[in-house]
């Protein structure tokens, strides 16, 4: 039963840091950076991601067929 109460405050930090990442891994970011900067500043890492330029990597012939 305390493992039942104690896991959403285990839980509960890694949840921004992973939105994050996510967010991050989304706009053609590093995931594992953007984790490990949400994990002390969860919203001001959320903050700073979103007012950065989207990074696309383009790929020619994605579909090539040999």
Known sequence: MEFLV???I???PFFFP???GLM???LGRKF???FWLGLPLP???CVI???LPVRRIERE???RIY
Do not use: H, R, Y
């Open 43 to 45: 919203f001001v890492a």
């Open 24 to 26: 991050a891994k989304s």
């Open 6 to 8: 104690a896991l959403p």
């Open 18 to 20: 992973v939105v994050t």
């Open 32 to 34: 594992w950076l953007w």
């Open 61 to 63: 012939n994605e579909f």
């Open 10 to 12: 285990i839980a509960l």
């Open 49 to 51: 991601l979103l007012c």
